[in-house]
């Protein structure tokens, strides 16, 4: 029982963090909107832009499906900490009796929530536009940990450029680099599962991500705190 209190103390906050961002979200729409439109703009540029046929429709879609997935996300933590820094709202949560990491999670799986409601609108709009066609199953399998690495390496390092006086410019300078690895893994897989692959198949690029999460959920906390005490 004594181990138990601080436990479900802890995924308790994490819970009220979470449940905060969603009902702001419903009443502002000040992240999800953004970050679908831009993403929706994205997928329709590359549309016009790139020329597909039946031959490389399949190599084409999921880069199209992940970079606007990518760049929809550095849209939405530039949202999400403007907001709450702008009045003030991110330091009443800072003086709060919440730890740092728990604050950091909490807006991890927020983001990670809204990317989800993203891709679920993306990935119908594309298999409309290019007539493809993609296993929900195996596609969860592939966007959870692709999602969780994006929300973690994202929020990282909007903290970090959140101070910065051109910080709509630093964070992709510092999140995409970083995030290759994902997009990588998720590329290849959503490819893969295109052309009749399966899970198996890709074991080697989900666990990719998965480590990658793994090094991000330990590094991630461990830094947001030592910015935020800054």
């Keep these: 029982m004594i181990f138990f209190n601080p436990l479900k103390t802890y995924f308790y906050h994490l819970f009220v963090l979470v449940r905060k961002d969603f009902l702001l979200e419903i009443r502002s729409k000040d ?3 953004p970050v679908f439109i831009f993403s929706l703009l994205v997928v329709v540029i ?3 832009a790139l020329e597909s046929t039946p031959n490389t429709v399949n190599l084409i879609v999921p880069g199209i499906l992940w970079v606007s997935i990518m760049f929809g996300a550095m ?3 530039n949202r999400m900490l403007l907001a709450e ?3 003030g709202a991110f330091h009443g949560l800072l003086a709060s009796p919440v730890g740092r ?3 950091f999670f909490g807006k991890v799986l927020s983001n990670v929530m809204f990317l989800i409601v993203i891709e679920l609108i993306l990935v119908p709009i594309l298999i409309v536009l290019f007539n493809v066609t993609l296993s929900p199953l195996n596609m969860l399998w592939i966007s959870l940990p692709a999602l969780f690495g ?3 390496c994202g929020m ?3 903290t ?3 101070n910065m006086r051109a910080k709509e410019v630093m964070l992709p300078i510092l999140f995409l680099p970083v995030v290759v690895p994902i997009i990588l893994g998720a590329v290849e897989s959503t490819h893969s599962i295109m052309n009749g692959g399966n899970l198996d198949q890709n074991l080697r690029w989900i666990a990719l991500m998965i480590v990658f999460d793994v090094i991000y959920g330990v590094l991630g906390p461990v830094s947001f705190t030592m910015i935020v005490e800054d």
């Design 75 to 77: 849209v939405g933590f």
């Design 156 to 158: 990282l390092f909007a």
């Design 85 to 87: 820094t702008e009045g």
């Design 46 to 48: 590359f549309n016009f």
């Design 160 to 162: 970090i450029s959140m």
């Design 101 to 103: 990491d728990v604050i």
């Design 31 to 33: 992240v999800i909107l």
């Design 150 to 152: 994006i929300s973690l």
